[in-house]
């Protein structure tokens, strides 16, 4: 939650800034702000509401500092409005912005983030949660420091006055030690010239190293438009930056030398590319992000998964007797798939957890116990303390995660990468599809380590190939969908209905509709129906059923009767050639022929695309629904 970026180096720091919060936007969007050191002061701005609120209060006619016309950068030119920003010198060349999702404190311009002292001297954003901040607010107002915000964040700013020797890395050293919970920060002292610092703990935080500049932010996607080199702090760490020299220390104050890594993502990747929306975008590209997940790791003559990232893991993983898959929101959804998966197909007992509940039940765990972190940011904080948790206990930890050299890709033992490519509307769609690829890939390796046969293992492996296309297919029918969304946009309660492999389906699909559109909807695993939920079922509250021809088709066709006896509308997912179903169903959508446990990655498309449709008939900000943010870095 939460965006942060700050900039020191050759070129002018504000329009770097902003076109960095832009692209972080989607991480927090309810406040943001800016602080940039310039000859005369620090010009600071921050507005209530999204980026371009920001961006106009920048170029209004008052801007708090006047100065000659700022040279924007050659790489935002023709992108961006050029005449973006009045009122900073040249040579402002060091800040930091912030993007943010309100934890302490209302969105408002006071609460919004930089956060500085009484002076007005250090400046700083931060992500994360000061757990202790109200004892040591107590501490500070005693001392006789001036709070003007209800946030965590400004305790950090007055305690750093307060220790301040003229040296802001020193007083930064003995600030951490005080702090409790997590922060990634991002802060500087307008007294110390060129000079920029970093540090985190529990929320991330990337230096990208370009030719004569750095850029500091919470995620890759506002450093890739510059540079592909980036270091990965780690908890505990501080960067201390100065144009293109920074030195790394480690909490107890040592140099650290550090390993530089390269993003493989690239820009486009990162941006609409004439798409209306991010999530239609990255709809649309499931056939290439499958293709992606699942490209050389596979041996189809030999019916097996070829994971060169649990190599490392490979003992453990063949004495494995029990699994807990541990994530949150969609990624959970994968992994409950992911379930049926591994106990049908490798006889390996499977729990599924929210991974915030995870803590707090006591688990039997050991070191025959493996756990899957299952996460597209790999920054969820619930996640993430749940790998800590499992591995505390002695059990082996992997991941399933996206973004590359993300926290949980860097605290689990060994893991694989989904490879979906940046995700950035907050309702998440590829990064499902490629969980579940990946899911099905584990549960060939763990299968054919144990009771799979070659023939199942090549079954498996060659209908996994051929998804791409037959994902191709069900995207074919987008206009239907739109045309179905068309008929039901004003309804405002929806069942979402699923059994076996396609129950976590019926979840997520009622997990997108609401999220975007803000209907309410409800998923069912649909054995459930008759124990309460059709009670609500009528001619207003339609049910989306998603039942392709597989072994529990019966049972979804004999309470699809129930439904219709009822007056219940049925908008219907099924397999392609299945006529039976016109006589239940009102709307009939068709997904090609794969095997019943691969069927979850045809069925999510269709709900994708009618929650998509949904929420745009309704008027909706798709990419950024309101109260929600990307990565959830808080508990
Ligand atoms: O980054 P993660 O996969 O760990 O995120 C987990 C959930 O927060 C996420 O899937 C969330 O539920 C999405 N907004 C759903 O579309």
């Given at each position: 939650m939460c965006g942060i970026v700050g900039y020191i180096g050759k070129n002018q720091a504000l329009p770097i800034l902003l076109d960095g919060l832009k692209r972080l936007e989607y991480r927090g969007y309810d406040s943001s702000g800016v602080a940039v050191k310039t000859a005369d002061g620090v010009f600071s701005v921050k507005a209530v509401g999204r980026i371009v609120e920001l961006e106009k209060k920048i170029n209004s006619p008052n801007p708090s500092l006047e100065g000659g016309q700022i040279n924007l950068d050659s790489r935002l030119r023709g992108n961006d409005k050029g005449n973006l920003l009045k009122g900073v010198n040249a040579g402002a060349n060091t800040g930091i912005a912030h993007t943010r999702w309100a934890t302490h404190g209302a969105p408002t311009e006071a609460n919004a983030h930089p956060q500085t002292d009484c002076q007005g001297k250090i400046w700083l954003a931060h992500n994360g949660i000061i757990e202790n901040y109200q004892e040591l607010k107590i501490r500070l107002i005693a001392k006789g420091h001036k709070f003007t915000?209800?946030?965590?964040?400004?305790v950090i700013a007055h305690l750093l006055e307060d220790l301040y020797d003229g040296d802001l890395s020193r007083a930064l050293i003995k600030v951490l030690k005080i702090l409790k919970g997590a922060y990634g920060l991002a802060l500087f002292h307008s007294d110390e010239p060129n000079k920029l610092f970093a540090a985190k703990f529990g929320s991330p935080l990337v230096l990208g190293l370009a030719d004569g500049e750095i850029i500091v932010a919470s995620d890759v996607s506002a450093i890739i438009r510059y540079t592909k080199q980036v270091i990965y702090l780690k908890d505990g760490e501080i960067a201390e930056i100065s144009g293109q020299d920074f030195k790394i220390f480690d909490a107890d104050n040592k140099q650290v030398n550090k390993n530089i890594d390269q993003i493989e993502w690239d820009s486009e990747a990162a941006e609409k590319g004439g798409w209306p929306h991010f999530m239609l975008k990255e709809i649309f590209e499931q056939p290439k992000s499958i293709a992606n997940s699942i490209r050389?790791?596979?041996v189809a003559e030999a019916g097996r998964a070829k994971l060169g990232g649990l190599e490392s893991a490979a003992e453990r993983i063949r004495g494995i007797k029990k699994i807990i898959i541990a994530s949150c929101g969609t990624a959970r959804l994968a992994g409950l798939v992911g379930k049926y998966m591994i106990e049908e197909y490798a006889g390996i007992p499977c729990e599924v957890d929210y991974a915030h509940e995870f803590r707090y039940r006591k688990a039997i765990l050991d070191g025959e116990t493996a756990l899957i972190a299952v996460s597209q940011s790999g920054e969820t904080a619930d996640t993430l303390a749940a790998v800590r948790e499992a591995k505390e206990k002695g059990c082996l930890t992997l991941g399933i995660v996206n973004v590359v050299g993300s926290s949980i890709a860097r605290a689990t033992e060994a893991g694989v990468y989904s490879h979906s490519g940046p995700e950035i509307a907050v309702a998440s769609t590829k990064a499902f599809t490629s969980q579940v690829a990946i899911l099905c890939l584990l549960t060939v390796m763990f299968g054919r380590q144990r009771q799979m046969s070659l023939a199942t293992g090549q079954r498996i492996i060659s209908e996994l190939a051929s998804l791409p296309d037959k994902i191709k297919q069900v995207l074919a029918l987008n206009d239907e969908l739109k045309r179905i969304a068309e008929k039901y946009?004003?309804?405002?309660n929806f069942a979402f209905l699923g059994r076996k492999y396609n129950h976590p389906v019926a979840f997520e699909g009622a997990l997108k509709l609401k999220e975007i559109s803000y209907i309410h909807a409800e998923g069912f695993a649909a054995g459930e129906l008759k124990h309460g939920p059709i009670a609500m079922i009528d001619e207003n509250f339609p049910s989306f059923y998603i039942a392709p021809v597989d072994s529990v088709y019966e049972k979804n066709y004999s309470n699809m009767q129930e439904i219709k006896a009822r007056g219940g509308k049925i908008i219907a997912i099924t397999t392609a050639g299945d006529e039976k179903i016109k006589e239940v169903a009102d709307e009939v959508i068709y997904i090609p022929k794969t095997l019943e446990m691969l069927t979850p990655i045809l069925t999510a498309v269709p709900s994708q695309l009618f929650a998509y449709h949904m929420a745009m008939l309704n008027g909706r900000d798709v990419d950024k629904p309101r109260n929600l943010a990307k990565s959830v870095t808080v508990e």
């Open positions: 915000s209800q946030t965590d964040t400004e050389g790791r596979y946009y004003q309804f405002k």
